[in-house]
C-alpha cells in the first residue's frame, strides 16, 4: 500500500481532473446488538440501517455521479439500490469488495472467539492486520482484491464521480493507501454505519477530501 515509490499509481488518470470516489460503509445491520465478526456472511440491514442509506442518497442525489458499486453481499447492494435510486445511475456488484473473511470467526463475538480460540485472538491484539483466523484472510489479501477492484473502477471512470458502497474493514484499507499509510493504520480509522469518505484520484496521488462523515 502507498505511492512512496514516486511511480504514478494510475497513469490511466488525468493530471488535473480528479477522479472522485464517495466511498460508503453500508448501514446498521441485524447482529449489531451482538457486534458479531460477519466477514462474508450475508446479513441484512435493520430498517435503521437502510434509513441511514437513503439519507446519504439524498445527499448524493446533486452530486454528478456516474455508476455506483457494490459487493455482493445484501447489505452492500441494499445501501447500492438507495444511491442508484436517488441519482438515476447503473449499479455494479463485485465481489472483490467484500469485507475480510473471518473464516470460523464468523457470526462469533470478540468474547466467544478469545473462549474459544486464544491462540488465534492474541495474534489477532497483538497484529491484526496480519491476522489469519482459520478459513479466513489477512487484512494484506483484503487489499490486494480491494485495490484490484478498485483500479478496474477507476480505469472506467477516469475525470469522472462514481459512489462505491462497501465494508468497514475494506473502506480502511482503501483509506490507509490513499493517506500513504501502512496496513498498521488501518485500526486508526473509524468508520461508523454509514460512514462517507471522500476521495480525489489523481495520476500521482490521492486527496482525502473527507473521513468518516
Known amino acids: 500500500m502507498g505511492w512512496s515509490d514516486g ?3 494510475f497513469p490511466f488518470l488525468p493530471e488535473e481532473q480528479p477522479t472522485r470516489i ?14 458479531t465478526f460477519n466477514g462474508h456472511t450475508d446479513v441484512g440491514l435493520t430498517p435503521r440501517g437502510l ?17 455506483v458499486y457494490t459487493s455482493d453481499l445484501q447489505r ?3 445501501g447500492g439500490e438507495a444511491i442508484a435510486k436517488a441519482c438515476d ?6 465481489p472483490e469488495l467484500r469485507e475480510k473473511n473471518f473464516g470460523r470467526w464468523e457470526g462469533w463475538t ?5 473462549r474459544r480460540n486464544p491462540g488465534e485472538w492474541s495474534i489477532w491484539l497483538s497484529d491484526p492486520a496480519e491476522s489469519r483466523p482459520e478459513g479466513g484472510e489477512t487484512y494484506r489479501e483484503v487489499g490486494e482484491r480491494a ?3 478498485l483500479e478496474v473502477i477507476l480505469k472506467k471512470h477516469a475525470g469522472e464521480e462514481v459512489a462505491v458502497v462497501a465494508h468497514g474493514g475494506v473502506n480502511r484499507v ?9 496496513s498498521s493504520a488501518l485500526f486508526s480509522i473509524e468508520q461508523k454505519y454509514a460512514a462517507l469518505n471522500i476521495i480525489d484520484y489523481f495520476k500521482n496521488k490521492a486527496v482525502v477530501k473527507l473521513v468518516n462523515g
Not at 56 to 65: K, M, T
Not at 174 to 182: F, K, M, P, R, T
Open 147 to 149: 485495490l484490484s477492484a
Open 7 to 9: 511511480k504514478p499509481r
Open 22 to 35: 464517495y466511498l460508503l460503509r453500508h448501514g446498521e445491520v441485524t447482529t449489531f446488538e451482538r457486534k
Open 89 to 94: 445511475i447503473p449499479l455494479f456488484q463485485m
Open 110 to 114: 470478540a468474547q466467544e472467539i478469545s
Open 51 to 67: 434509513s441511514q442509506l437513503e439519507e446519504i442518497a439524498a445527499r448524493l442525489a446533486s452530486c454528478p455521479i456516474r455508476a
Open 76 to 78: 452492500s447492494v441494499r
Open 174 to 182: 482503501l483509506l490507509a493507501d490513499a493517506l500513504g499509510q501502512s
